[in-house]
């Protein structure tokens, strides 16, 4: 199995240094492979509809082999999930459209996650980790209602996606990476659904135990979305 060099993990998510290998796809090549590119653009309900799977299934499904071998594939699938998610939130600070002193607050704290996120798993992958895709996010971002439904159901994605691989990462210190940024997004995604309304729905969605996504549910899901274009 080829190797990424994980084994100097601090508690800031730092790593010691990149993998030595040889250099894939391209991210959009990835995004093709997967299927992941293009998509009707669409919005309100049915955006939160694309972004929340009816169906989970078992945690089985790997990433597509586009993603690269063994835990490489998982890190790089991971990858393309922090991608969105930090642009997203770049974007959406950019705007300035955030008003309320909460949700402003936990767009800072956020956005500083989820670009560390980035930067640690590209780091990790080195040069097996390709560059990032165009998004349109298509008015999410400059509209606070629109922005706090969209970023509750990216952050339980997000748990959803992780919780799905734990299971086929083979590399200890793999399974200790993902874990620490799972737990993250879990944090993420309690804070924003508790300020988008404090009750059990929002802040634990599947009650006292997530469900596991597979690849291909994840997958499928952000494709309908819109959101990656290029």
Do not use: C, W
């Not at 993420?188 to 690849?215: C, E, M, W």
């Amino acid at each position: 199995m080829e190797r990424i060099n994980l084994e100097a993990i601090d508690v800031d998510g730092a790593v010691q240094e990149s993998a030595d290998a040889v250099a894939g796809d391209t991210r959009l090549g990835f995004l093709k492979k997967a299927g992941l590119t293009g998509g009707a653009a669409i919005g309100g309900g049915a955006l939160l509809s694309a972004l929340t799977p009816a169906v989970a299934g078992a945690a089985t499904s790997r990433p597509p082999a586009s993603f690269g071998k063994g835990d490489i594939g998982i890190l790089n699938y991971a990858l393309t999930l922090e991608y969105l998610e930090a642009a997203f939130y770049n974007e959406a600070a950019a705007s300035g459209a955030i008003k309320d002193p909460a949700v402003l607050n936990f767009l800072k704290i956020v956005q500083a996650d989820e670009n560390a996120h980035v930067k640690f798993l590209k780091t990790a992958l080195g040069s097996k980790a390709a560059k990032k895709p165009k998004f349109d996010f298509q008015g999410t971002t400059k509209d606070e209602a629109k922005f706090r439904a969209t970023s509750q159901v990216l952050e339980n994605t997000g748990v959803h996606a992780y919780l799905g691989q734990a299971g086929n990462i083979k590399t200890p210190a793999y399974l200790k990476a993902a874990g620490s940024i799972l737990t993250i997004e879990a944090r993420h995604a309690s804070v924003i659904g508790f300020l988008n309304g404090q009750n059990q729905k929002n802040v634990t969605p599947n009650g006292s135990r997530d469900t596991p996504y597979t690849a291909k549910t994840v997958l499928a899901a952000v494709k309908a979305t819109g959101f990656i274009v290029g």
